[in-house]
């Protein structure tokens, strides 16, 4: 089973922030900046969470989005539930 990549996860915010939103580059450190400082709400991060459950037919806690909290940690937490399904 494929591993979600941080474009993948780019992708997805960028759905999930709505049309025009100012999506981050998560280049260099951003990749371990807390969602909400880079302009995410728990709104926003439940929407990335059933994005991330769908495309990779995972379920995620329901506090996946809290317990995620840097792009960083959410690529760990889908990636560790990934490896461990295979």
């Given at each position: 089973m494929p591993l979600i990549t941080l474009d993948d996860l780019k992708d997805m915010l960028t759905k999930a922030g709505g049309e025009g939103a100012d999506v981050p580059s998560l280049d260099g450190d951003a990749v371990d900046t807390p969602f909400t400082d880079l302009g995410y709400d728990s709104l926003a991060m439940l929407e990335v969470t059933s994005m991330v459950e769908l495309a990779y037919d995972i379920s995620l806690e329901d506090d996946a989005a809290q317990t995620?909290?840097?792009?960083?940690?959410?690529l760990d937490l889908v990636n560790g539930l990934l490896n461990a399904a295979a």
């Open positions: 995620a909290a840097t792009p960083r940690e959410m």
